[in-house]
């Protein structure tokens, strides 16, 4: 059980597009889920928390209007890079918490390449 | 078989005590990330090993890359420590992560 499958698993687009990533919580309700940034070389860095229904929390320095964060179901999160640049190039990553005493489950990631 | 196994799943310890905690791995790596998470919280990220070892306060990670294994310890446990650790195999395209170590430190 506690399954989160993060799609897609690779995007290329080109500058100025939008991307959409979509966590989902196959087998259980994930009532906070998390986003992640890893920059080349670099470990991972918490982007964002969100909570179903309300807006998400962004970490210092994430812009709120590039990087949109949608939580409206119990089992599904999305991030839309918008406007995406080369810099944003990255690997993005979700984490779903099924409830503070059942820990973290995480997707695969997906590795966002912008042209 | 899982690609990443983590040891012990949970580790119960008194304050002051040396705590290890170990990591193996089937996939070939471009790095072994050690995560820490605290009840509630997100991840934090503790290190990210390519080879050798590194040192982070109290905190010791180690990795053998022809034995496909990474170690991280704990000098001098403290209650604060008390969290989950989980060990991730970076293959530079997709990540693995372990179950995680819960560990509690008693006072």
């Known amino acids: 059980g506690a399954v989160v499958s993060q799609h897609p698993s690779r995007v290329i687009c080109k500058s100025g597009t939008s991307v959409k990533i979509e966590c989902r919580s196959l087998?259980?309700?994930?009532?906070?889920m998390f986003w992640y940034r890893q920059f080349p070389k670099k470990s991972l860095m918490l982007m964002a928390t969100s909570n179903e229904g309300s807006k998400a929390t962004y970490e210092q320095g994430v812009e709120k209007d590039k990087f949109l964060i949608n939580h409206a179901s119990l089992t599904l999160s999305t991030l839309t890079v918008t406007s995406a640049h080369p810099e944003d190039s990255s690997f993005y990553i979700c984490?779903?918490?099924?409830?503070?005493?059942?820990?973290?489950?995480f997707g695969s990631g997906t590795r966002l390449t912008v042209v | 078989k899982n690609e990443v196994e983590q040891s012990p799943q949970n580790l119960t310890a008194q304050e002051g005590e040396f705590i290890t905690i170990n990591c193996s791995y089937s996939?070939?790596?471009?790095?072994l990330h050690w995560l820490q998470q605290h009840p509630g919280g997100g991840i934090v990220s503790l290190f990210m090993?390519?080879?050798g070892k590194k040192k982070h306060g109290r905190l010791i990670a180690t990795i053998n890359i022809q034995e496909k294994h990474s170690s991280l310890h704990i000098t001098a446990s403290h209650p604060r420590d008390s969290a989950v650790y989980i060990c991730?195999?970076?293959?530079?395209?997709?990540?693995?992560f372990g179950t995680g170590t819960s560990l509690t430190v008693i006072p």
């Open positions: 991730a195999a970076d293959t530079g395209n997709q990540f693995y």
């Open positions: 984490s779903a918490e099924r409830g503070r005493n059942y820990g973290y489950t």
């Open positions: 087998d259980f309700q994930a009532t906070t």
């Open positions: 996939v070939g790596i471009s790095a």
């Open positions: 090993l390519s080879s």
